[in-house]
């Protein structure tokens, strides 16, 4: 599992700060776009896979904040927004089956700024 993901499984939103804040003084932008914005474990997840999950939108806001500082917009709508994990299910899609219609309501207020 990557950093990002795995700080986001334990909910330890000041650990995936941290790890932030050492990327950018350790890796090249590739790097933090392949390991931690986009990088996946087994299952497919993206970190934004794990905090719709977990239920936790400050994780999910604060992954979308920095994916705005590394990303292209093509990578943040098809890789971030529409990423399928291994059963084919968006971020949308979690929240949705779980009943997190705050969660819904800020992918949805993403969809429509990009």
């Known amino acids: 599992m990557d950093r990002l993901a795995r700080g986001s499984n ?45 239920g936790n939108l400050e994780i999910l806001q604060q992954v979308w904040e920095w994916a705005k500082e590394k990303l292209t917009t093509d990578e943040i709508n098809y890789e971030l927004l529409l990423g399928m994990d291994s059963e084919g299910w968006t971020a949308w899609h979690v929240a949705a089956i779980r009943g997190n219609l705050e969660m819904l309501q800020e992918i949805w207020e993403w969809v429509k700024r990009n």
Request: charged share 35%; hydrophobic share 40%; net charge positive.
């Open 10 to 54: 334990k909910g330890q939103f000041r650990d995936i700060k941290k790890v932030w804040e050492w990327a950018k003084e350790k890796l090249t932008t590739e790097e933090i776009k392949n390991k931690l914005l986009l990088g996946i474990h087994n299952k497919g997840w993206t970190a934004s896979h794990v905090a719709t999950k977990l």
